[in-house]
């Protein structure tokens, strides 16, 4: 089994940071691509920021230059640090990861249960 955990979200003001961290756990022999991706209610599920295994990047145009995303490999950990925070960047927030558990099997994707990000004064 392969646990993916959010933690981090909470209430900030606008203008402020957080960050978001999610570790994956369970019988892991490799990951692969890891994102995040957030969600209001009535709203598809969105992009925020993916990062493969070798560090490239890719981030949604609302983000840039506000949002960065991270990994730790050898922890099994992924981070966003979202600074300059917006009342539109309220979301559910949700970690995804690229999980192979054997050599025998084509890997597949896990998701988090999410974590709350709510921006207001």
């Known amino acids: 089994q392969v646990q993916v955990v959010e933690s981090g979200g909470g209430l900030v003001q606008p203008g402020g940071s957080l960050r978001l961290t999610c570790a994956a756990s369970?019988?892991?022999?490799?990951?692969?691509?890891m994102g995040w991706y957030r969600q209001i209610p009535g709203k598809q599920r969105e992009l925020v920021a993916s990062i493969t295994n070798y560090g490239q990047t890719n981030y949604a145009d609302a983000v840039k230059g506000r949002f960065t995303i991270s990994r730790d490999n050898d922890k099994k950990m992924l981070y966003l640090q979202m600074n300059s925070l917006k009342p539109d960047d309220t979301a559910v927030y949700y970690c995804?990861?690229?999980?192979?558990?054997?050599?025998?099997?084509?890997?597949?994707?896990?998701w988090g249960q999410g974590t709350q990000v709510t921006v207001s004064s």
């Open positions: 995804n990861a690229d999980v192979s558990i054997s050599s025998r099997s084509y890997p597949r994707v896990y």
């Open positions: 369970g019988s892991i022999l490799s990951i692969y691509d």
